[in-house]
């Protein structure tokens, strides 16, 4: 039954004709028989669908008739309506006093985790991972797998099998 209220809500919203809203209509209906549901259900729900609309645009219109409204609503009709509200927008900067004052301490980019890229020293190929740890402990891994002769990272193998130095994180990293 939802889906057959959330399709006639959408008939309705739409901008059809009367004749292509009663095609519409009947194609529902249609398939709703078909589904094994009655039309009386069909009915009823589109009866409440258009009683509700019809409330909610006579208290629009007794909103606007009162009142001198300093706002106007944009609806999607191009692709330039895009550039329309972006001239309302009021301008807000990020320079405030709070930013001012509390400035945000400095984080080093080993204590972070996202994309790292590891270097071999003697042949300049690079290896680039991502993962959620910290960069200093995928540094620590590897180095590790190096240690152990482990195949299980792409960069301890380059560096195993070609017999290549692997130096300090800072100079891999």
Same mark, same amino acid.
């Given at each position: 039954?939802?889906?057959y !209220?959330a399709?006639?809500?959408? $008939?309705?919203k739409l &901008?059809?004709?009367?004749?292509h809203?009663?095609?519409?209509?009947d194609?529902?209906?249609?398939?709703a028989k078909?589904?094994g +549901?009655?039309?009386?259900?069909?009915?009823?729900?589109n009866?409440r669908?258009?009683?509700?609309n019809?409330?909610?645009? /006579?208290?629009?219109s007794?909103?606007?008739?009162? /009142?001198?409204?300093?706002w106007?609503t +944009?609806r999607?009709h191009s &692709?330039?309506?895009?550039?329309v509200p972006?001239?309302f927008?009021t +301008?807000?900067?990020?320079?405030t006093l709070?930013?001012?004052l509390?400035p945000r &301490?400095h984080?080093?980019k080993?204590?972070?985790?996202?994309?790292?890229?590891?270097?071999s020293?003697?042949? !300049?190929?690079?290896?680039?991972?991502?993962?959620?740890?910290k960069?200093? +402990?995928?540094?620590?891994?590897?180095h !590790?797998?190096i !240690?152990?002769?482990s195949?299980k990272s792409a960069?301890?193998?380059h560096?195993l099998?070609?017999q290549? /130095?692997?130096g &300090? $994180? $800072?100079?891999?990293?």
């Amino acid at each position: 039954m939802a889906a057959y !209220r959330a399709i006639i809500h959408r $008939m309705h919203k739409l &901008p059809l004709s009367e004749a292509h809203r009663k095609a519409e209509l009947d194609t529902i209906m249609y398939m709703a028989k078909r589904s094994g +549901f009655s039309s009386r259900w069909i009915n009823r729900i589109n009866s409440r669908i258009i009683s509700r609309n019809t409330e909610k645009q /006579e208290e629009r219109s007794d909103v606007c008739s009162t /009142e001198n409204p300093n706002w106007v609503t +944009f609806r999607f009709h191009s &692709p330039l309506i895009w550039k329309v509200p972006i001239i309302f927008k009021t +301008f807000r900067s990020s320079n405030t006093l709070n930013n001012l004052l509390n400035p945000r &301490p400095h984080v080093d980019k080993y204590e972070q985790s996202g994309i790292c890229e590891l270097k071999s020293n003697t042949c !300049r190929r690079v290896y680039v991972g991502q993962s959620g740890t910290k960069i200093h +402990f995928i540094c620590k891994e590897h180095h !590790r797998y190096i !240690r152990q002769n482990s195949a299980k990272s792409a960069y301890a193998v380059h560096i195993l099998s070609n017999q290549h /130095e692997c130096g &300090p $994180m $800072m100079s891999t990293m």
